[in-house]
């Protein structure tokens, strides 16, 4: 008798419950990337507010700089210039304001507090401060300081500057720069490094705002070791102002050459009007002796009669 072997049949449930099974894991495995896509997605997002917040807060900080610069300027032009009537409390010695500005995107708040020291400008300790504030709806407030030093200014910073026209006349008229920090002109210092340094540089400046090429800058045989400035467009055409032995350069530039580098087009400045000086008042004489020779002036006052002679 022959024996034959049959594989068994599957059960139909046990199959369906392995599928199940399966179907089950992938949903999960699928919840979890979904749910680590949206966190990051979300972590992202908050990264990119904040750093889009950073650049709003600095923008702030400039603009309560800038306030308080309109004010300083206010105050430098007249004396009468009132703080407290602008916006600002003050106390005798620095004066203050909080600006509040509009909401930055994404409904964040925006303020600037602005402190000016030494309002009055005075002394030496002068500076301005500016700290602004973005709060946004989620997350920690960000803060940006800005701090600036403040100091006079000459109304003009040119070694030589003129409105019309600026005429060097014969050889050796040199304009160039030095520090009187470290010495004498032309004198050597032992500058922060340890080592030795004349005291002399190619940083001098000279111009005019004239727009009139033929007149407005006449180096002739002189020597601007710097920078000059001329009124009009075409740099080039300051050539023809210089003569021979002319330089425009730095040191080692040779005698009558212009090197383009060291010329500025199109300058302008703004001239300030100085007022009329007021009537002499003083009282008594002064004896003023014969002048002969070299004279260096002011010259000293006579011991005997307490004039000045």
């Known amino acids: 008798m022959k024996t034959i072997s049959r594989p068994l049949p599957i059960n139909a449930s046990s199959r369906r419950g392995s599928v199940l099974l399966v179907a089950l894991i992938f949903a999960g495995a699928i919840a979890l990337a979904l749910g680590s896509l949206i966190s990051l997605t979300n972590q992202a997002s908050q990264y990119s507010y904040r750093t889009f917040y950073i650049g709003s807060a600095m923008n702030a900080a400039e603009t309560g700089l ?17 703080w407290e009537s602008n916006g600002w409390t003050y ?3 620095a004066a203050q304001q909080t600006v509040t500005l ?24 002068r500076f301005a401060l500016a700290r602004s504030i973005v709060t946004p709806k989620r997350g920690k407030p960000i803060e940006r300081w800005i701090k600036i030093g403040l100091s006079p200014r000459a109304d003009n910073t040119m070694g030589l500057v003129a409105e019309k026209e600026l005429n060097f006349v014969g050889n050796g008229v040199t304009v160039d720069s030095y520090d009187s920090r470290n010495g004498l002109y032309n004198t050597n210092f032992v500058n922060k490094s340890g080592v030795s340094e004349l005291n002399k540089y190619a940083r001098g400046n000279a111009g005019s705002a ?46 009558g050459t212009v090197d383009l580098n060291h010329v500025q087009s199109n300058f302008t400045t703004n001239f300030k009007d100085e007022p009329h000086p007021a009537a002499y008042t003083a009282t008594g004489s002064y004896n003023l002796a014969s002048m002969t020779g070299v004279v260096t002036l002011p010259r000293p006052a006579t011991a005997a009669s307490g004039k000045g002679s």
């Open 210 to 255: 004239s727009i009139n090429e033929s007149t407005a800058v006449k180096i002739q045989n002189g020597n601007i070791y710097g920078t000059a400035l001329v009124g009009y467009s075409d740099a080039a055409r300051i050539k023809a102002a210089v003569g021979s032995n002319g330089i425009i350069g730095d040191f080692s530039t040779a005698s």
């Open 91 to 93: 106390n005798g010695v």
């Open 66 to 82: 800038e306030q308080a610069m309109w004010a300083i300027n206010k105050r430098v032009a007249s004396s009468s210039f009132n």
């Open 102 to 125: 509009p909401d930055a995107s994404g409904a964040a708040s925006v303020s600037v507090k602005v402190y000016v020291s030494n309002y009055k400008l005075e002394g030496t300790n």
